[in-house]
């Protein structure tokens, strides 16, 4: 099995190197701008080759980057194109089932890149060295700079993983520039009969995680005080937009930075104590999550629904779910997703299915059927592990893991939802003692 990583070296830099790194990372965004100027110009060109014809030349005379940088300029213009035809697309289609009114403008003025970023090519525009040191191509010719970094990656450098593209990064507020190396390492293939653990994680507002085992084992991750800092975050930075100064817009760069900055930490500190040795963890399918919740009733929304969306809106979920993905694999463990229907309406001892199961939407979950209660997120946490335990039964009987059942047609979600109303919890514990 095939895992590919990400290796942050900072760059021991002297001052004339660190000129030169500059000069060539301003090159490359000036490039950047102005290719999206000529994409834009042509229909908004999202093809990398077509737009490569028309500004190669222009970016190896004016811009003075060598011939692989001015290879990737066009292609990273291109993608960024195409990803936004893809959400004009999507806001399309919402907008004709009359999810939205708005209209998607991204598209309506060319691309402005900022960040002064660079992509490099390995054994072109950048190699290792011995010493810990690393060669790196500049407008001026090559420069051999001298890194760190953290100790495993840099064993795995040495050690001849296979090493892919790098971009150099720069850190505003140290002045610092790094290199972000992509490694691909090789790992043992996971079996079913090595998963001794199943799991399954909900995420939600009030815990921005909880897990729970077959086992009868939790973990609550609470999110009060990170959503405390959160709302802070938000209260400055709409202080800072109302105000609109030059100032006031550079400051805002800073604190964006510094809240992304602050939610990956916190994701990273769940989904580390998540993705235990050996476990198959179960996380929630959360595609076209607010489509499916959104109020089908018409009326205007009110002042809690639209605060608890805007809750919602603040915490990257998606990016926890990657983070506790890429590092079970690293644990010798493996994260699937599982559909997310009803995990929180449905009692796992006897399967009823009901919204009165939770009333009021609270933390209290009360079966109307069986008279069960526990904390509504470990029940929903618990509904996944089932699915999750399923997943890996079929994976027994089978040999073949599907990573997501399918629910893309009527038919075989009607048969997934049958099957996960046949799942019962055989071990039951009280809430005081599940926590």
């Given at each position: 099995?095939?895992?590919i990583?990400t290796?942050?070296?900072?760059?021991?830099t002297?001052p004339e190197?660190?000129?030169s790194?500059?000069?060539?990372t301003?090159?490359?965004?000036d490039?950047?701008?102005?290719?999206?100027?000529?994409?834009?110009?042509n229909?908004?060109?999202s093809q990398a080759?077509?737009l490569?014809?028309l500004v190669?030349r222009?970016?190896?005379?004016?811009?003075k980057?060598?011939?692989?940088m001015s290879?990737n300029?066009?292609?990273?213009?291109?993608?960024?194109?195409?990803?936004q035809w893809?959400?004009?697309r999507?806001n399309q289609q919402a907008?004709?089932?009359g999810?939205t009114?708005k209209?998607?403008k991204?598209?309506?003025?060319?691309?402005k890149f900022?960040?002064?970023?660079?992509?490099?090519n390995?054994?072109?525009?950048?190699?290792?060295?011995?010493d810990q040191?690393?060669?790196?191509v500049?407008l001026?010719?090559r420069?051999v700079?001298?890194?760190a970094g953290?100790?495993?990656?840099?064993?795995?450098i040495?050690?001849?993983?296979k090493i892919?593209?790098?971009k150099?990064?720069?850190?505003r507020?140290?002045?610092?520039?790094?290199?972000?190396?992509s490694?691909e390492?090789?790992l043992s293939?996971i079996?079913?009969?090595t998963?001794?653990k199943v799991k399954?994680?909900?995420?939600?507002?009030?815990?921005?995680?909880v897990?729970?085992?077959?086992n009868?084992?939790?973990?609550f991750?609470s999110?009060?005080q990170?959503?405390y800092?959160?709302?802070r975050?938000?209260k400055?930075r709409?202080?800072?937009q109302?105000?609109g100064?030059?100032?006031?817009?550079?400051r805002?760069?800073t604190?964006?930075?510094?809240e992304?900055?602050f939610?990956?930490d916190?994701?990273h500190q769940i989904?580390?104590?998540i993705a235990?040795?050996n476990?198959?963890?179960?996380?929630?399918?959360?595609?076209h999550i607010?489509?499916?919740?959104?109020?089908k009733?018409?009326k205007?929304?009110?002042?809690?629904?639209?605060?608890?969306?805007?809750n919602?809106?603040k915490w990257s979920?998606?990016e926890?779910?990657?983070?506790?993905?890429y590092?079970?694999v690293?644990n010798?463990?493996?994260a699937?997703?599982?559909p997310a229907h009803?995990?929180?309406?449905?009692c796992?001892?006897?399967?009823?299915?009901?919204?009165e199961n939770?009333?009021?939407?609270?933390?209290?979950?009360n079966c109307?059927?069986c008279g069960?209660?526990l904390?509504?997120?470990?029940v929903g946490?618990?509904?996944?592990a089932?699915?999750?335990l399923?997943i890996r039964q079929?994976?027994m009987?089978t040999?073949i893991l599907?990573?997501?059942?399918?629910?893309s047609d009527v038919?075989?979600?009607?048969?997934n939802l049958?099957r996960f109303?046949e799942?019962?919890?055989s071990?039951?514990?009280?809430p005081?003692q599940a926590?």
């Amino acid at each position: 099995m095939k895992q590919i990583i990400t290796a942050k070296l900072k760059l021991i830099t002297t001052p004339e190197q660190k000129e030169s790194v500059r000069q060539v990372t301003l090159a490359y965004r000036d490039a950047l701008n102005y290719t999206s100027e000529i994409a834009f110009n042509n229909n908004k060109l999202s093809q990398a080759a077509k737009l490569q014809k028309l500004v190669y030349r222009d970016i190896r005379g004016d811009f003075k980057l060598p011939s692989q940088m001015s290879c990737n300029v066009p292609r990273q213009v291109a993608a960024t194109y195409k990803t936004q035809w893809t959400k004009f697309r999507q806001n399309q289609q919402a907008r004709e089932q009359g999810h939205t009114k708005k209209r998607y403008k991204g598209l309506d003025k060319p691309q402005k890149f900022i960040s002064r970023t660079c992509t490099l090519n390995y054994q072109r525009d950048y190699s290792f060295k011995t010493d810990q040191k690393v060669s790196l191509v500049t407008l001026s010719g090559r420069i051999v700079v001298s890194y760190a970094g953290y100790n495993k990656h840099l064993e795995l450098i040495k050690n001849g993983s296979k090493i892919g593209a790098a971009k150099i990064y720069y850190n505003r507020s140290s002045n610092t520039y790094y290199l972000l190396v992509s490694l691909e390492i090789e790992l043992s293939d996971i079996k079913p009969e090595t998963i001794n653990k199943v799991k399954g994680v909900d995420v939600g507002q009030r815990y921005l995680a909880v897990s729970a085992g077959i086992n009868n084992s939790s973990q609550f991750f609470s999110g009060k005080q990170i959503r405390y800092k959160a709302n802070r975050y938000y209260k400055a930075r709409k202080s800072l937009q109302h105000k609109g100064t030059r100032s006031a817009k550079r400051r805002l760069i800073t604190l964006s930075g510094r809240e992304r900055r602050f939610i990956a930490d916190v994701n990273h500190q769940i989904s580390k104590n998540i993705a235990q040795p050996n476990s198959l963890i179960g996380l929630e399918n959360l595609t076209h999550i607010r489509e499916r919740t959104r109020s089908k009733s018409g009326k205007q929304v009110s002042k809690k629904q639209r605060k608890a969306n805007k809750n919602k809106a603040k915490w990257s979920f998606a990016e926890l779910h990657s983070f506790v993905d890429y590092k079970a694999v690293l644990n010798n463990s493996l994260a699937v997703k599982v559909p997310a229907h009803y995990t929180s309406q449905m009692c796992p001892k006897c399967g009823h299915v009901s919204k009165e199961n939770r009333p009021n939407k609270g933390l209290t979950f009360n079966c109307k059927c069986c008279g069960y209660k526990l904390h509504a997120d470990l029940v929903g946490a618990r509904n996944i592990a089932l699915r999750a335990l399923l997943i890996r039964q079929d994976w027994m009987s089978t040999g073949i893991l599907s990573a997501s059942p399918n629910m893309s047609d009527v038919e075989a979600k009607a048969k997934n939802l049958q099957r996960f109303l046949e799942l019962r919890w055989s071990l039951d514990v009280s809430p005081d003692q599940a926590r």
